[in-house]
């Protein structure tokens, strides 16, 4: 799922794969602005058939917190 994520955050944010770790954070870390998540989140939702509240999204940080809400959906 971090593979996932993180090829995700490049791409969006037009940085090299390997400065996304589950530690960053993504705005402060990887330069996201709000528009940024929101296009993001919005392609992880069509990605895995999922919607991800609004009060989940204030709740993202860092990679890892995207991550787990990710993985816990699966379950």
Excluded at 22 to 46: H, N, V
Aim: hydrophobic share 40%; net charge negative; glycine share 2%.
């Amino acid at each position: 799922m971090f593979e996932d994520v993180k090829k995700l955050l490049a791409d969006q944010l037009k940085i090299e794969e390997e400065t996304v770790t589950p530690e960053s954070r993504i705005k402060e870390d990887l330069g996201a602005d709000s528009l940024d998540i929101l296009q993001l989140l919005m392609t992880i939702e069509e990605e895995h058939g999922i919607t991800i509240p609004d009060e989940e999204l204030a709740t993202f940080e860092k990679v890892s917190d995207i991550v787990a809400y990710l993985e816990k959906q699966k379950n």
